[in-house]
C-alpha cells in the first residue's frame, strides 16, 4: 500500500510539473546593427560607463557591444594591445590620458588596422621607430596629433611622410622639427587638407615654401608663433583652397609683407588670426583688406597699436565680414564710429580690454550692427549706463553678451539686459552691480545656458531663485564669492536645471551640505569648485560621488571639514575624475592612497596638507599610474626619494614645487573685492 501510494504522488507531480519551454533567440540577435547602435548611443550618452555593464549582461551583448565601439581611450599605453582585440571595428584611438606611450605599444597595433585616428597629443615616449611601425600597420590612418611632442624631430617626421592617406596632421610644438622633415610631410603627403605647424620654432621660410608647393588640398593651416617672413607668406596665401590661416605671434608678418599682397592671392580664404603680432600696424591692415574679399572671420587683438578711422573705412572692402576681434587695442577718436559704419554685416564683435572705446562710440557703432549676435566688452571700463541702453535697443538679437567688469555700469541699467534681450544664451556680468532685481529681468531669458556673475556681492537667494524657475537650460554658472547667497539659491539653481554640467561656488563662504546635496541630483555635473567653502563636509561630497558620476574637475581647496570619507567615495564612485585641488584639506595618507586608486586621475595640487606625510605621498605617487602634473610644497621635495621622483616623472608626469606660507583665514567677499580694487588703482 505505501509503494502504491508513493507511484501516485510521484506521478500526480509529473502530471502538474509545467512543460519544457523552447529556446528561443536572444531578442538582440533579431535587431539589425543599426538599430542596436541607435540604442547603444542612447544608452552613452546618459553614462558611458553604462556600456561596461550592457557588455557584461550575455555573450550577444558582449559581442554587439564590441562591434558597436568606434572610439578607445585606455587609461594605460599596456593595455592597448588587448583593447584592439577587444574593440576591432574601433576607427578611432585616443591615448591623450596615457602619459607614456613607448614605442612597443605603438608597434602593437595590429596590421591591416581599421584605424583612422590617432591622438598622441598628451603623450610622450614614442619616436620614429613607433611611428614606423604604426605607418605599416594602418595604412588607411587620416587623422594624426602629435602635438606637444617636443622630443619629435626630422627622422620621426619621414615616418610620418609614409602615412600617405593622411589628411589632417598637428605637429604643434614639435620644436625639433626643421624645414627637412617638414619637405618630407609635404612631398610624402599631399593630401593634407588641416595641418599645425604652432610653435615650430625650427621651421624658416625655405620649409614653409615647399609646404606650399607640393599640398594644395590645405584648408586649414596653423602657423602660430613660426618664423614666417614675407618670403613665404605670399606663396602661403595663394594656396588655391585654403578656407583657415592662423598667424598668432609671428613677428616675422609686418606691414611690409601685408602691404606686398596682391590680386593674385587664393579667394577662398574665409578666417585670418593675427592676435599678438606686435609688428602690425592698423597701415599694414587696411593695405590687406583688398587682397581678401570674401573673410567671414578677422581676428586682430593686441595686433594693432592703434584702430583709426582710415582702418576702420577700408574694412569695407570685405563685404562678407562676419566676426571681428580687437582685443586689447587702442580706439583713436571716431575708430569705433567708421567700424560700425564699415562692417554693418558683422554678428560677432570683440572688444574685450580695448582703451578710448566710450559711451559716444559704442552707442553709435552698436545702432549701426542690428544684426549683432555677439558682443564682447569686458574690462572696457569707461562705458556707462548709456552703452548698455544703446545696446539692448539696438542688439535685440543677442545670444551672446560679455561685459565683466564694467564697473560704471549701474544695476538699473542691467536690468534693461533681461528686459530686451531675451534671446541670451551666454551671459557674463562677473563683478558687476547686479542685485536681484537685474536676475529677475534676467529669468526672461530662458535660452540662457552660460551664465557668469560672480564677484556680483548684491545678489542673494531671492535672485537665483529667479533664474531656477526660468532658465532650465542651464549648463553653467558662476557664483564666484557671492558673499550673499546660501543653501535655499542654490538648492533652486539645482533644481530647476537638469542639464548644469559645471558650478562655481568658490568662496561662498554660506554653503553648506545642503548644496551639494541638492547639487547630486545634476547627473550631468562635471565641473565642481567650491574652494574656500568651510561648512561643507565629507558627508556632502560623498553625495556627490555617488549622484555626479561623470565629474571630471573638483576643487575643494581650503574645505577644511572633507576628509578621507570624502576621499574614500571619490575613488569608489568618481572614475570619471581628472583633476584635484585638496590643498588645506583634513586628508591623511588613508584618503591619499585611496584617491590615487582612480586610473585616470591626470592633475593633482596637494599643497598644505597636514596629514600627510612622505612615506604615504611616495606610496600615492608609485600607485597614480595615469598622474600628469603634480603640485606640491617645496618642502617635500628633500624628504621623497630621488629616485622615485624620477622614476615617477620617467612615466611622463611633471612636479611643479610651490612654496607659499601656509594660510588658513578665508577673506569676506566685500573685504576682498576692496583689496582688490585697491591693487588695481595702484
Known amino acids: ?35 542596436l547602435f541607435l540604442v547603444l548611443d542612447r544608452v552613452a550618452a546618459a553614462d558611458p560607463r553604462a556600456l561596461k555593464s550592457f557588455a557584461l549582461a550575455s ?32 576607427s578611432r584611438l585616443d591615448l591623450s590620458l596615457c602619459a607614456r ?44 596629433d602629435l602635438s606637444n611632442g617636443v622630443h619629435l624631430g626630422d627622422a620621426a617626421a619621414a615616418e610620418v611622410a609614409r602615412m600617405r592617406a593622411l589628411q589632417r596632421l598637428s605637429l604643434s610644438r614639435c620644436k625639433a622639427l626643421t624645414d627637412m622633415g617638414l619637405g618630407c610631410v609635404a612631398v610624402g603627403c599631399p593630401d593634407l587638407r588641416e595641418l599645425s605647424l604652432k610653435w615650430c620654432l625650427g621651421l624658416t621660410d625655405l620649409g614653409l615654401h615647399l609646404l606650399a608647393l607640393k599640398c594644395k588640398k590645405l584648408t586649414s593651416l596653423d602657423l602660430s608663433y613660426t618664423m614666417i617672413t614675407k618670403q613665404s607668406f605670399l606663396a602661403i596665401m595663394k594656396l588655391p583652397n585654403l578656407q583657415v590661416l592662423t598667424l598668432v605671434g609671428c613677428i616675422g608678418i609686418d606691414d611690409d609683407a601685408l602691404g606686398s599682397l596682391d590680386k ?11 592676435s599678438h603680432c606686435q609688428n602690425v600696424t592698423d597701415v599694414g591692415v587696411s593695405s590687406m583688406v583688398k587682397s581678401i574679399p570674401n573673410l567671414l572671420e578677422l581676428d586682430l587683438s593686441y595686433c594693432c597699436h592703434q584702430v583709426t578711422p582710415s582702418m576702420g573705412r577700408s574694412l569695407q572692402k570685405i563685404t562678407k565680414l562676419r566676426m571681428l576681434k580687437l582685443e586689447g587695442c587702442k580706439f583713436m577718436a571716431d575708430g569705433l564710429k567708421a567700424i560700425g559704419s564699415s562692417c554693418v554685416s558683422i554678428r560677432e564683435l570683440s572688444l574685450s580690454k580695448c582703451s578710448g572705446v566710450t559711451d559716444t562710440e559704442l552707442s553709435f557703432a552698436v545702432s549701426k550692427l542690428k544684426n549683432l549676435l555677439k558682443l564682447d566688452i569686458t574690462c572696457c571700463r569707461n562705458i556707462t549706463d548709456v552703452s548698455v541702453a544703446a545696446i539692448t535697443s539696438s542688439c535685440t538679437s543677442l545670444i ?75 549648463r553653467d554658472i558662476d557664483l564666484y564669492r557671492c558673499g550673499g547667497i546660501s543653501d535655499d539659491g542654490v538648492i533652486q539653481i539645482a533644481q530647476g536645471s537638469p542639464m548644469l554640467a559645471s558650478i562655481n561656488l568658490s568662496y561662498c563662504i554660506e554653503i553648506t551640505d545642503r548644496s551639494l546635496m541638492s547639487l547630486s541630483k545634476c547627473t550631468k555635473l562635471n565641473t565642481l569648485e567650491i574652494r574656500g567653502c568651510p561648512k561643507v563636509s565629507s558627508a556632502g561630497l560623498s553625495e556627490i560621488a555617488m549622484g555626479c558620476r561623470l565629474l571630471s574637475k573638483l576643487d575643494i581647496k581650503k574645505c577644511f571639514q572633507i576628509n578621507d570619507v570624502g576621499m574614500l567615495y571619490l575613488s569608489q564612485f568618481s572614475h570619471c575624475l581628472r583633476q584635484i585641488n585638496l590643498s588645506y584639506c583634513s586628508v591623511t595618507d588613508i584618503g591619499l592612497l585611496s584617491l590615487s586608486s582612480i586610473c585616470g586621475l591626470q592633475n593633482m595640487t596637494i599643497v598644505h596638507l597636514a596629514g600627510i606625510t612622505p612615506n604615504g605621498l611616495t606610496a ?25 621622483l624620477k622614476s615617477v616623472e620617467a612615466r611622463g608626469c611633471i612636479f611643479q614645487w610651490i612654496n607659499k606660507p601656509f594660510k588658513v583665514e578665508v577673506e569676506p567677499c566685500d573685504v576682498w573685492k576692496q583689496q582688490s580694487q585697491d591693487v588695481l588703482v595702484r
Do not use: W
Open 1 to 35: 500500500m505505501a509503494a502504491a501510494a508513493a507511484a501516485h504522488r510521484h506521478n500526480k507531480r509529473r502530471l502538474i510539473s509545467p512543460a519544457p519551454t523552447t529556446t528561443t533567440a536572444p531578442p538582440l540577435d533579431s535587431l539589425a546593427d543599426e538599430l
Open 59 to 90: 555573450r550577444a551583448c558582449h559581442a554587439a557591444e564590441s562591434r558597436h565601439r568606434r572610439l578607445l581611450r585606455p587609461l594605460r599605453a599596456d593595455l592597448l594591445p588587448a583593447a584592439l582585440a577587444r574593440y576591432p571595428s574601433a
Open 101 to 144: 606611450v613607448p614605442d612597443a605599444a605603438l608597434a602593437a597595433v595590429p596590421s591591416g588596422s581599421s584605424l583612422r585616428a590617432l591622438d598622441l597629443s598628451l603623450s610622450g615616449g614614442f619616436g620614429a621607430a613607433g611611428l614606423a611601425a604604426l605607418a605599416g600597420a594602418c595604412p588607411d590612418l587620416a587623422d594624426l
Open 264 to 274: 593674385e592671392c587664393s579667394k577662398s580664404l574665409q578666417v585670418l588670426d593675427m
Open 400 to 474: 551672446s553678451l560679455r561685459m565683466e567688469s564694467c564697473s560704471h555700469v549701474s544695476s538699473g541699467a542691467l536690468q534693461l539686459i533681461g528686459k530686451n534681450c531675451s534671446h541670451l544664451e551666454e551671459l557674463d556680468l562677473t563683478d558687476s552691480d547686479l542685485d536681484d532685481e537685474g536676475l529677475k529681468a534676467l529669468a526672461g531669458c530662458s535660452n540662457l545656458s552660460s551664465l557668469k556673475i560672480g564677484i556680483c556681492l548684491r545678489i542673494s537667494d531671492e535672485g537665483l531663485t529667479y533664474i531656477g524657475k526660468s532658465c532650465p537650460k542651464l
Open 620 to 644: 600615492a605617487l608609485m600607485v597614480c599610474g595615469g598622474l600628469t602634473k603634480v603640485k606640491l610644497h617645496e618642502a617635500f621635495k628633500s624628504m621623497m626619494p630621488a629616485h622615485m
